[in-house]
């Protein structure tokens, strides 16, 4: 990656706020998924480093991230760790093929239809002429 292609990528990165956090935990595999799915959503992401709890550097920490994802270290700057990574369309289908979210064909949902009171009472006269008698009667003023 060039170094003018890195200041365009830390430019749209200026913008975005850290969607991930890492704590005293430190990495765990949970962590890797949740990087990984994020940046197959994203491509560009930003992940917050509490520097009093965790167990290792900011900078360790990115490249123990980066490496097993394939992602690139943009930038590293106090406790922020920013990642990029291209997003790859068949290795996301994989993923939610694997998973078992790949989209079925749509089911057509049966339409309801809302009867009002008077449309209710009309059906109901048609099935039983002796149902007239069960409207109430209507007195003028």
């Keep these: 990656m060039t170094s003018k292609e890195r200041a365009q990528l830390r430019a749209k990165a200026n913008g975005l706020e850290p969607v991930i956090q890492i ?3 430190g990495i765990s595999d949970n962590l890797l998924t949740q990087i990984d799915d994020t940046l197959d959503a ?3 992401i930003k992940i917050r480093v509490h520097l009093e709890t ?3 550097t900011p900078k360790e920490l990115a490249q123990e991230i980066a490496y097993p994802l394939g992602a690139e270290i943009i930038q590293v700057i106090g406790g922020i760790i920013v990642l990029y990574r291209e997003a790859d369309e068949e290795k996301i289908a994989e993923k939610k093929k694997k998973r ?6 749509a089911v057509v949902k049966k339409k309801v239809k809302i009867k009002g009171k008077r449309q209710r009472q009309r059906e109901k006269e048609a099935k039983n ?3 007239v008698y069960d409207r ?3 007195r003028g003023r």
Excluded at 100 to 105: A, I, M, N
């Design 23 to 25: 704590g005293k935990e």
């Design 42 to 44: 994203r491509e560009l």
């Design 54 to 56: 965790a167990p290792k």
């Design 100 to 105: 078992g979210l790949v989209k079925k064909k």
């Design 129 to 131: 002429p002796y149902a």
């Design 136 to 138: 109430p009667k209507f």
